[in-house]
């Protein structure tokens, strides 16, 4: 498929959400129905940003709220794990 340019659309109301239609963008970038987008806001110029988002398969026994834990400890001993890096 060729790149669309220039697509212009009109904010409109779906139920009680704001929303655009974009079907073929959404198609060039392999999207389909019922698949995960990644959404990146970007206040300071007023982009969005919005990524087909990659699923990750894990192992037999890593419950799925495992990243998000590993996460949050790394989050909270950030600096420590900085000053063990440049030991």
Request: hydrophobic share 35%; aromatic share 4%; glycine share 8%.
């Amino acid at each position: 498929m060729g790149k669309v340019n220039d697509m212009e659309r009109k904010v409109t109301k779906f139920g009680n959400s704001l929303g655009i239609t974009m079907t073929d963008a959404l198609k060039q970038i392999g999207l389909e129905l019922g698949d995960t987008v990644q959404i990146d806001v970007n206040q300071a110029n007023g982009e969005i940003i919005i990524k087909k988002a990659h699923k990750i398969h894990l192992p037999e026994g890593i419950s799925p709220d495992f990243f998000e834990n590993l996460n949050d400890v790394i989050h909270e001993y950030d600096r420590t794990l900085k000053e063990l890096k440049d030991r």
